[in-house]
């Protein structure tokens, strides 16, 4: 068994790069304490969780007990549900005398995606400040989002807890401030439980493999200067190959023996223990209960060859989206599954058919440019920097709207801008930018993992009733184009979805492709990315997950997309100009 496992905190955190498997780890984990006779409660607060597939129980945003693990409960940290709460919460302080137009000024206060941020980590921070567990568990597993997001929840209960010091005034983009205030206590709490090192354990999960590692070694020098210094290293599905003469499985271990010689001084330095790579997907109670302390799972029994994924490669798709002259090409999926290696490919493989193309991100980890490993003359590349977003709006509000204010007016107007929620109103902004450049050329947009592109899509859709209700019967409201409606016209956004052919990647995938469906944007195609079906690999770990790829590649296959382009499993990753322009050449 891990050390994670053996002696926790009461509160343990995996955390990671997209796709190190911190769900698999997190579950696991929560069962095994459970399993050995304590009381636990497995939260998500990944608005992309797919903790329902892997457990077999809906999700709630209660605590539910888990058959078949007795002391064992889960929830999900839904955002919508919080944010409706949040806003009760807030209307409720408001005094009895408070006329329908105030409320109605504070209901449209709170409607924007900042307030779903802020609720959602209310609901985390009263977890760590002990409310709303009323359950007497021995520990709280929080399984969390991708790096980027998690990092911004961690940070809250410090930013927080600085901008409400002394602040009883005005009102912000979260409601009145005093709704605010009655929250103070709790994130306070939050702040002292994470930053106990008899309390918190940080577990920084990641694969073997150099850019999850070096992303897990910012991460701890981040988490340290948040506070969180108790921290431990997991090493996940690390592979031994068992035949000497399959040279895939060869590469793949050496692959790996590599980066842990390599590890980063941050990572070297920590407690450290290794999960091997397992022969089965870890869905359902005796795959993860055999994830860290090993034993068989019955799979499912080998089928007869059966006909292949109707795909096309990269270089076809790069062809076609070339064709079409100018347009935005949001390339989105859960994290780990290879969205920044596509679309730096991609752009690479327009720039090669002729055209000019702006590569950027959204992604707060932002891996582009390392995914490059150069420059491109036609290329130009950049990243959404949330901070830097945020200092440039601050600046542009105090010029325009603060400009006519006395010095007191000003200092209230900089002091409301200090919010941590005004981040995510800088970051739709910039995105705004992005999606009206790519009328008149390519933009190419790297999204941050699942959860947190649909945080941004929020922002997008309340902008837009925001705009529509503004000019609703005016006549100039025909001309009013907005953000969504850019993303919602096909002739202008394609939306590339990529997954990997595993069961997660691929159940969130068709669950992020709902999600776009409701808000009326259809994916133009999905990218099949690490195919090991065509590398014929004789290594038996390796043959009984590739039966498991063949059962994802015809559920991908039977509907879920219109096309389907496959990039194969390579022993090299593709970094660079030149390795980026062959997958698409």
């Keep these: 068994m891990p050390g994670f496992a053996t002696a926790p905190t009461r509160f343990l955190f995996f955390t990671g790069k997209g796709g190190v498997g911190k769900t698999s780890l997190s579950t696991a984990t929560a069962i095994a304490l459970a399993d050995s006779g304590q009381r636990v409660l497995l939260v998500s607060t990944d608005a992309a969780s797919n903790l329902d597939e892997m457990l077999g129980v809906p999700l709630s945003n209660r605590p539910v007990d888990v058959p078949g693990v007795p002391g064992l409960q889960m929830l999900n940290i839904d955002p919508d549900t919080a944010a409706e709460a949040y ?83 005005g009102a912000s983009c979260l409601g009145p401030h005093s709704g605010l205030k009655m929250q103070e206590a709790r994130f306070n709490a939050a702040l002292r439980a994470l930053s106990d090192p008899a309390l918190t354990t940080v577990v920084l999960v990641t694969r073997p493999d150099p850019r999850p590692m070096q992303e897990a070694a910012r991460t701890s020098d981040e988490l340290r200067q948040l506070g969180l210094a108790n921290q431990r290293l997991a090493v996940n599905g690390v592979f031994h190959a068992t035949e000497a003469n399959d040279p895939i499985a060869n590469a793949i271990e050496a692959l790996g023996r590599q980066a842990l010689t390599e590890m980063p001084d941050a990572l070297a330095r920590l407690p450290y223990d290794e999960v091997p790579l397992r022969a089965f997907d870890t869905v359902g109670l005796p795959a993860l209960r055999a994830l860290l302390q090993g034993g068989e799972v019955t799979a499912p029994a080998p089928q007869a060859a059966r006909p292949a994924l109707p795909a096309e490669p990269l270089s076809r798709m790069a062809d076609e989206l070339a064709a079409v002259g100018h347009g935005l090409i949001m390339v989105m999926g859960k994290g780990g599954v290879g969205k920044t290696t596509i679309a730096a490919a991609l752009a690479v493989g327009l720039v090669q058919r002729g055209h000019s193309v702006h590569l950027t991100t959204t992604d707060p980890a932002a891996h582009v440019a390392d995914a490059l490993n150069g420059s491109l003359d036609g290329l130009k590349v950049g990243r959404i920097d949330p901070k830097a977003e945020t200092a440039a709006y601050i600046d542009k509000i105090m010029a325009t709207r603060g400009k006519d204010l006395d010095d007191e007016g000003r200092a209230l107007l900089l002091e409301d801008l200090q919010s941590p929620c005004t981040e995510e109103v800088a970051v739709f902004h910039a995105f705004s930018r992005v999606v009206n450049e790519a009328r008149s050329s390519f933009v190419v947009l790297d999204t941050a993992p699942t959860g947190h592109s649909l945080l941004l899509m929020d922002a997008t859709g309340a902008y837009h009733r925001q705009m529509t209700r503004q000019y609703e019967g005016m006549t100039n409201a025909k001309h009013i184009i907005t953000p969504l409606m850019r993303l919602q016209d096909p002739d202008t956004t394609r939306v590339i979805i990529v997954a990997l052919p595993e069961v997660t990647p691929v159940s969130q995938a068709a669950a992020l492709q709902d999600d776009l469906r409701r808000a009326k944007i259809e994916p133009w195609a999905w990218v099949i990315n690490k195919s090991m079906a065509a590398t014929g690999t004789t290594d038996p770990l390796l043959q009984a997950r590739l039966e498991g790829e063949v059962r994802q590649t015809e559920r991908i296959a039977n509907g879920l997309a219109k096309r389907t382009f496959v990039l194969p499993w390579l022993p090299q990753p593709p970094v660079g100009v030149t390795a980026l322009g062959a997958l698409v050449g």
């Design 87 to 169: 806003r009760q919460r807030v209307l409720a302080q408001m005094e009895a005398g408070a006329s329908e137009d105030e409320r109605n000024t504070v209901r449209e206060q709170l409607s924007g995606a900042c307030t779903t941020e802020i609720a959602a980590f209310d609901e985390f921070a009263a977890l760590l400040a002990g409310e709303g567990i009323d359950g007497g568990y021995d520990h709280v597993v929080f399984d969390t989002a991708p790096t980027g997001h998690t990092l911004r929840l961690l940070s809250l209960p410090k930013a927080w807890t600085g901008f409400l010091a002394g602040n009883d005034r």
